[in-house]
Structure formats: structure tokens, C-alpha cells
């Protein structure tokens, strides 16, 4: 399993951007997949779900309505677009594989990308 | 929403020595539909992704040492460790679930060598 993200980067408050994770080595479609962010020497925080077929997506209430989690099973990605971004929202921030067991335990993860929100 | 809380949140232990954290979730996590505790327990270490120890509160992730033990029910949850590793120090995060699809973590509780 590889899960490798992109996108991250500096952006003034109020922007967007649109995050990538790009996932191998496994059938991509069959699982549910997660965003899961950590603020700079801060704990886990998970921000978004989405289900093997997008029928069910979850959101933490800080992001909704300004994030939007979607996926291509064609192309194995997952995306985070992210708009109306604030300075709280800056993180590393990480894609996770569901378990073939339970979509809401994450047994594969990327090594992040960085997101940085100041002016 | 469930809030999950962790205690202490850090804790220093000889090597070699039993190392326990507790995560205590605000509603009960456990299903009356299969009898299961939607709780799951992860490690990371420094400067790396969390890795996947344990889930349904006390089943091992493949690959992981028998010296990490979970239990608990309900709504009270312990992860221990029986004999402390130096590879072992890393922050430990309790997640639960239950209510999908939100999931919440614990706060962390990070895990020394005395």
C-alpha cells in the first residue's frame, strides 16, 4: 500500500487549495478512505470520510461547508478541496486507507503534505 | 459528537517496565448489534504517521508486538504496554468509530523512557 499526498502549500487566509492522494498497491475502490490533519506539535484531528462508492461522506464541523472530500476510482485518488481556508486550519495534513475490516479504522497512512495558512 | 479523553497525558516508565494510558469516550462505543467496542489505538512517532495498533478495543493489527494489550468495554478503554521497548516511545492515540462516519481521536498521551 502507497498513499502519497500533494498539493500542500502557503496561502493566505481565505484561499483555496485542492489536495491530492494518490493511492497504489492496492484495489483502491473496494475501501472507504480518510483526511486526518495534526497542527504543528498538536494531536490527530480526523477531517473527512468517504466511502468506497462517495454514498457516505463525514465531515468534522470545524471544515463544513468550506471542505469538500471526493474521489476518482478511475485514476485511484482522493481529493480534499478546501476553501475559505483560516490560519487554524494550518496542518500536516494526512491520507488514510480504511480497513478492509472496518472503513473507520485507518490502517494505511501517507506521509503527509504540509498546508500553511497565514498572510 | 463523542469526545474522546486520555490520561495522563504523558508518562515516563523504566525500560522494561508496564507502561498504561487510559481513553475514556463520552458515550459508550460499544455495539449492542455485534457486541463490539468501535475502539481502535494507534502510534506515532516522531517525525512519522500514526500507525494502526489495535482495533474492536483488544484485536492486534498484524505485525504487532503481543506486548501491546488492549481492553476495556464500554466506555473505558487502557492500552498496555508489558515491557517497554525504547522503540516504543512515540505519542498513543485512542480513536473511536462508533458514530460513523465521525470518527474522533483522543488528545494523546506521549509515552518516555525514565
Known amino acids: 500500500v502507497q498513499l502519497v499526498e500533494s498539493g500542500g502549500g502557503l496561502v493566505q487566509p481565505g484561499r483555496s487549495l485542492r489536495l491530492t492522494c494518490a493511492a497504489s498497491?492496492?484495489?483502491?475502490?473496494?475501501?472507504?478512505m480518510h483526511w486526518v490533519r495534526q497542527a504543528p506539535g498538536k494531536g490527530l484531528e480526523w477531517v473527512s470520510s468517504?466511502?468506497?462508492?462517495?454514498?457516505?461522506?463525514g465531515y468534522v464541523d470545524s471544515v463544513k461547508g468550506r471542505f469538500t472530500i471526493s474521489r476518482d476510482n478511475a485514476t485511484n485518488s482522493l481529493y480534499l478541496q478546501m476553501n475559505g481556508l483560516r490560519p487554524d486550519d494550518t496542518a500536516l495534513y494526512y491520507c488514510?486507507?480504511?480497513?478492509?475490516?472496518?472503513?473507520?479504522?485507518?490502517?494505511?497512512w501517507g506521509q503527509g503534505t504540509l498546508v500553511t495558512v497565514s498572510s | 459528537d463523542i469526545v474522546m479523553t486520555q490520561s495522563p497525558d504523558s508518562l515516563a516508565v523504566s525500560l522494561g517496565a508496564r507502561a498504561t494510558i487510559n481513553c475514556k469516550s463520552s458515550?459508550?462505543?460499544?455495539?449492542?448489534?455485534?457486541?463490539?467496542?468501535?475502539l481502535a489505538w494507534y502510534q506515532q512517532k516522531p517525525g512519522q504517521p500514526p500507525k494502526l495498533l489495535i482495533y474492536?478495543?483488544?484485536t492486534r493489527e498484524s505485525g504487532v508486538p503481543d506486548r501491546f494489550t488492549g481492553s476495556g468495554s464500554g466506555t473505558d478503554f487502557t492500552l498496555t504496554i508489558s515491557s517497554l521497548q525504547a522503540e516504543d516511545v512515540a505519542v498513543y492515540y485512542c480513536?473511536?468509530?462508533?458514530?460513523?462516519?465521525?470518527?474522533?481521536f483522543g488528545p494523546g498521551t506521549k509515552v518516555d523512557i525514565k
Open positions: 488514510a486507507k480504511g480497513s478492509v475490516i472496518v472503513a473507520g479504522v485507518f490502517d494505511s
Open positions: 498497491g492496492f484495489t483502491f475502490d473496494d475501501y472507504a
Open positions: 468517504i466511502t468506497w462508492n462517495s454514498r457516505s461522506i
Open positions: 458515550q459508550s462505543v460499544l455495539s449492542r448489534y455485534n457486541n463490539n467496542n468501535y
Open positions: 474492536w478495543a483488544y
Open positions: 480513536q473511536q468509530y462508533y458514530s460513523t462516519p465521525i470518527f474522533t
